[in-house]
């Protein structure tokens, strides 16, 4: 069974930073896109950044650019998404999902973890 584990969140003041990790399993890393979404209380959930490890190419979204770097460890099989100078707007459950292909689509994602809340007092 494909199974990705979120981890990572927590509480923290604005402008700080935290370092989630997508640890995957049951599934061919290299094959996968790997994307970090969010969803705030009330909102849609909306792409964050994404990642094909086989060739680093990377999508962020635009209120987290120059802010959020994802990496990936291939021998690992695991995703990482560091946030720096956070924002209370970026308040919200966080996912990582698994896609054939490379998307910053929700729907285009197959496979998805269980969520990781990050919550940034002002």
């Known amino acids: 069974d494909v199974q990705l584990q979120a981890s990572g969140g927590g509480l923290v003041q604005a402008g700080k930073s935290l370092r989630l990790s997508c640890a995957a399993s049951?599934?061919?890393?290299?094959?996968?896109?790997i994307g970090w979404f969010r969803q705030a209380p009330g909102m849609g959930r909306e792409a964050v950044s994404c990642?094909?490890?086989?060739?680093?190419?990377?999508y962020y979204a635009d209120s987290v650019k120059g802010r959020f770097t994802i990496s990936s460890d291939n021998a690992k099989n695991t995703v990482y998404l560091q946030m720096n100078s956070l924002k209370p707007e970026d308040t919200a459950v966080y996912y990582c999902?698994?896609?054939?292909?490379?998307?910053?689509?929700?729907?285009?994602?197959?496979?998805w973890g269980q969520g990781t809340l990050v919550t940034v007092s002002s």
């Open positions: 990642i094909a490890p086989t060739d680093g190419t990377t």
């Open positions: 999902a698994a896609t054939i292909g490379f998307s910053d689509s929700p729907s285009d994602y197959d496979y």
């Open positions: 049951g599934l061919t890393f290299d094959d996968y896109a």
